[in-house]
């Protein structure tokens, strides 16, 4: 571009995020990668991120399609959104696939990923197809001003909104949700519950069905939770809720 070579393959993305790749001892993959390659039980996934007794929505064959927006718990629909807006951008947003199904489960486990593998190859195969999405507007521009490359006319692209508190409460909450109200809010539905543990059932004998890492106790516990705030970082993500 312009004579300046702006890399941004994956050694180069990591360096410039500063998210090193963590792998476990004796594994070769991050946690994540290793995740995404696994044969899944679609059921057992949807247990994990919608609200109970919703799941994917299916194909003819029975094999799983989408997941419809309002199935999704809040804290799902938060995640989902960070990941169309800095992690894999798509066009459709009011679902998730299959795909964007697991890599929200990641996120929402907290696994190790590497994201520069993950934001390389969406960056080529946007790049190589014929398509009008913008794809990483926001990180290609900061890579060319660091490379000293710097445009001379004006570029006006809106931002996508803070995902903050506010943002939250207006596009993520679902009211549907038992697990999730706001403090001060008169029109929460959520409903509560007395303090009871649960856990994912143990697979049958002979089940194909992958294990779930044990999800954190804000996903699992049956008392409502108070969304207080969220935090967004380029080298890491995390929901704050007490």
């Not at 951008?89 to 993950?118: C, E, F, Q, W």
């Not at 006006?156 to 909450?173: D, G, M």
Request: glycine share 6%; net charge positive.
């Amino acid at each position: 571009m312009r004579g300046h070579l702006i890399k941004f393959d994956v050694d180069a993305l990591i360096t410039f995020l500063k998210t090193p790749v963590v792998i476990e001892e004796g594994e070769s993959l991050p946690a994540y990668s290793k995740f995404a390659n696994m044969r899944l039980v679609p059921q057992e996934l949807a247990a994990r991120l919608c609200i109970p007794g919703r799941g994917f929505e299916l194909y003819a064959n029975g094999l799983p399609l989408k997941i419809l927006r309002k199935n999704l718990t809040t804290l799902v629909q938060t995640w989902s959104v960070l990941s169309f807006s800095n992690l894999a951008p798509a066009s459709h947003t009011s679902d998730i696939t299959l795909d964007r199904a697991k890599l929200i489960y990641g996120l929402v486990m907290k696994m190790d990923m590497n994201l520069g593998s993950l934001i390389s190859g969406l960056i080529s195969l946007i790049a190589q197809h014929d398509s009008s999405r913008l794809g990483f507007p926001a990180l290609i521009t900061a890579l060319c001003k660091a490379r000293g490359l710097t445009s001379d006319s004006l570029t006006f692209e809106s931002l996508s909104p803070t995902i903050n508190l506010a943002y939250i409460k207006k596009n993520c909450w679902n009211l549907d949700d038992p697990l999730v109200t706001f403090r001060g809010t008169q029109k929460s539905r959520a409903r509560r519950f007395e303090a009871t543990p649960s856990s994912a059932p143990a697979p049958a004998h002979g089940s194909t069905s992958v294990p779930f890492a044990s999800a954190p106790s804000t996903s699992t516990t049956s008392v409502p939770l108070v969304l207080t705030g969220f935090h967004a970082q380029s080298s890491a993500y995390s929901l704050s809720m007490m």
